[in-house]
């Protein structure tokens, strides 16, 4: 499962990615299935199109290896602020589903339906998916999950999954990278999606039900140990950070329910200092990269002792 971050959540995910797959000798393109949510999706696209996480941590530090693909992204052209709005509401239809059936709707999809619409772009995204899978095309991986979020009703989609709604790869990790207020909703089959974080950071409840034996989450977004951050921008992420915490670990609790082992890694305070208070500044990767890279193989060591511990 690799969930929901931004641009410094991607480049901490590859790190985590990196250490899980060296201290279980792993290798995730052979994951039985493969769910990805936000800057997740962009990782599952490419480990279930066989890229494997040796060559994202490649591209992430700028090293071309012999035989890996053309992978054309600009970091440091990266915007840490989105663009002005359109002056209108994101999902008039949700934002009326919310007052008749508030119960039914979480507060985080509720405030995606208030924010005005996006003017952003994700064309470059669609690009550099489409290096791995053509147009048109899904993954090599059978079981590629892209999980977005139908806007006008606040479902949660898992593209790629039996009964989901079609389109390509490309697509599916548009809709589900589309935060809403920052880029434009993406149109499949005459619907918008956005952003699959809205919904869960990781989706982890998808695979309940699927009988694993053990399911690995990288969810940047999440965390169980907390910095003290003294800006006004940090405490807030902090707050917001802690309560999708909370779901994720009510997530993790009905997997474990139907017999998986769940090594679920988050950001520590070391990692979240690296992060600050904005996702989306392409200024921080490199040593978000690296901070993630060391953290994340001591939290895999301290997982995998407990494990051994409890039998």
């Known amino acids: 499962m690799l969930g929901a971050g ?3 959540g991607a480049a901490w995910s590859i790190g985590a990615l990196a250490a899980v797959e060296e201290s279980l000798g792993w290798d995730a393109t052979t994951a039985e299935i493969i769910v990805g949510t936000s800057a997740g999706s ?28 053309l992978i054309s992204w600009d970091y440091e052209g990266e915007k840490s602020l989105p663009p002005l709005p359109r002056m209108r509401l994101g999902s008039p239809s949700l934002l009326m589903r919310t ?28 690009e ?3 290096a791995v899978a053509p147009r048109g095309t899904w993954a090599t ?19 790629g999954r039996d009964g989901a709604p079609p389109t390509d790869l490309r697509d599916a990790v548009m809709a589900s990278c589309a935060i809403p207020g920052w880029y434009a909703p993406v149109e499949i089959g005459g619907r918008r999606y956005v952003d699959g974080g809205v919904c869960s950071p990781t989706s ?6 699927l009988d ?12 169980t140990e907390m910095d003290h951050p003294t800006s006004t921008a940090g405490k807030v992420e902090r707050y917001v950070r802690k309560l999708v915490t909370r779901r994720l670990l009510r997530e ?5 329910a139907g017999g998986a082992r769940v090594v679920l890694l988050g950001p520590g305070p070391e990692d979240l200092e690296a992060i600050g208070a904005n996702l989306m500044d392409p200024r921080r990767r490199e040593r978000v990269l690296e901070t993630s890279l060391r953290t994340s193989a001591e939290a895999v060591r301290r997982q995998v002792s407990g494990f051994a511990a409890t039998g």
């Open 42 to 69: 962009v990782l599952a696209a490419f480990l279930g199109s066989g890229v494997r996480t040796e060559t994202l941590l490649n591209h992430q530090r700028g090293v071309i290896a012999p035989g890996d693909p």
């Open 212 to 223: 694993l034996d053990e399911v690995v989450v990288i969810s940047p977004l999440t965390s």
């Open 6 to 8: 931004g641009v410094l």
């Open 252 to 256: 993790a609790d009905k997997v474990r």
């Open 128 to 130: 550099l998916v489409e």
């Open 141 to 159: 991986h059978p079981r590629t999950w892209i999980v977005a979020m139908d806007h006008a009703t606040g479902k949660r989609i898992p593209f």
């Open 204 to 209: 982890l409840d998808l695979v309940a039900s």
């Open 99 to 126: 007052a008749l059936h508030p119960r039914r709707v979480t507060p985080m999809t509720a405030m995606s339906a208030a924010f005005l619409e996006g003017r952003g772009s994700l064309a470059p995204l669609g």
